[in-house]
């Protein structure tokens, strides 16, 4: 894990949170979203999605970075990521912060509910991905140019 991969995973994560916030905002969910702190409106909403999906998106960096270097990898863990984290969000930590309790969305009806959710997750984590995988193609490809230039100085 580096400084770069965690960056990366951050930019990533908030391409993805773009996307996902706004299919959220045309199902009317932000408002839902901004609950989680006490304030149930839209824009309250959208804030706080757009912080999570920067900290989720920096510990995708810090997990999957070296593995997710091209866009192809990128997609695989970011889908994979998408659906840990549908599990852990709207399945496990919303209902928590909701006074809910823990484990009330932990059946099949519920689940089932929530499918328009795993699909959402599912696109975060492929624009997650894809984002990650271009600027991995590009870190690296700097990389080659630095090494390129510090061979040729030091010939």
């Known amino acids: 894990m580096n400084r770069t991969q965690i960056t990366n995973g951050i930019i990533g994560g908030l ?10 905002g045309m199902m009317g969910m932000l408002p839902m ?4 702190v006490g304030q149930p409106s839209a824009i309250v909403g959208f804030i706080v999605h757009m912080i999570n999906s920067a900290v989720i998106g920096a510990a995708f960096g810090a997990v999957f970075g070296r593995y997710a270097t091209k866009i192809k990898s990128g997609v695989g863990f970011g889908v994979a990521y998408g659906g840990i984290w549908w599990l852990l969000g709207p399945l496990t ?3 928590l912060f909701m006074g809910m ?18 699909l959402g997750h599912a696109i ?5 991905g894809v984002v990650y995988g271009i600027l991995g193609r590009k870190a690296e490809a700097g990389a080659e140019v630095s090494d390129t230039e510090l061979s040729a100085a030091g010939e």
């Open 15 to 24: 391409a993805g949170g773009l996307v996902f916030g706004i299919m959220m």
């Open 33 to 36: 979203i901004g609950k989680m």
């Open 93 to 95: 930590l919303m209902p």
């Open 101 to 118: 309790g823990l484990g009330v969305n932990w059946n099949l009806a519920a689940a089932t509910m929530m499918l328009p959710s795993l």
């Open 124 to 128: 975060y984590g492929v624009v997650l």
